[in-house]
């Protein structure tokens, strides 16, 4: 079993920045690999970002390319996800999950592809 929580979410101007972070428990980072989505009302679950189980490989939506950066720390066994450049359609409930099944040096990007998912974390950008 593992267990997801996200933490960091907020309000803040258009151009500024945040950091979401996702604290895992249960397993070692090492044993999946992690992506955040997110949800804004009336639309789908998108993929933002991810980070394969090896640490090495990392994807990103177009829209957050050169803005988002996933990163994590395994002492910590904790995902981040630096947001900069924040635009007014950045608004959204952002949600961590965990892959077990992916292959180490890939990152899916398909929501249903993913085994375990936190509660999210609102992110309001103001124009």
């Known amino acids: 079993q593992v267990q997801l929580v996200e933490s960091g979410g907020g309000l803040v101007q258009a151009g500024g920045s945040l950091r979401l972070s996702c604290a895992a428990s249960?397993?070692?980072?090492?044993?999946?690999?992690m992506g955040w989505f997110r949800q804004s009302p009336g639309k789908e679950r998108e993929f933002v970002a991810g980070?394969?189980?090896?640490?090495?490989?990392?994807s990103y939506t177009d829209s957050v390319k050169g803005r988002f950066t996933i990163s994590e720390d395994n002492a910590k066994n904790t995902v981040y996800l630096q947001m900069n450049s924040l635009k007014p359609e950045d608004t959204a409930v952002y949600y961590c999950?965990?892959?077990?099944?992916?292959?180490?040096?890939?990152?899916?990007?398909?929501?249903?592809?993913?085994?375990?998912w936190g509660q999210g974390a609102q992110v309001t950008v103001s124009s």
């Open positions: 249960g397993r070692s980072l090492s044993s999946y690999a």
């Open positions: 980070i394969s189980r090896s640490g090495t490989s990392t």
């Open positions: 999950a965990a892959d077990l099944r992916v292959s180490p040096q890939m990152v899916s990007t398909t929501s249903s592809r993913y085994d375990y």
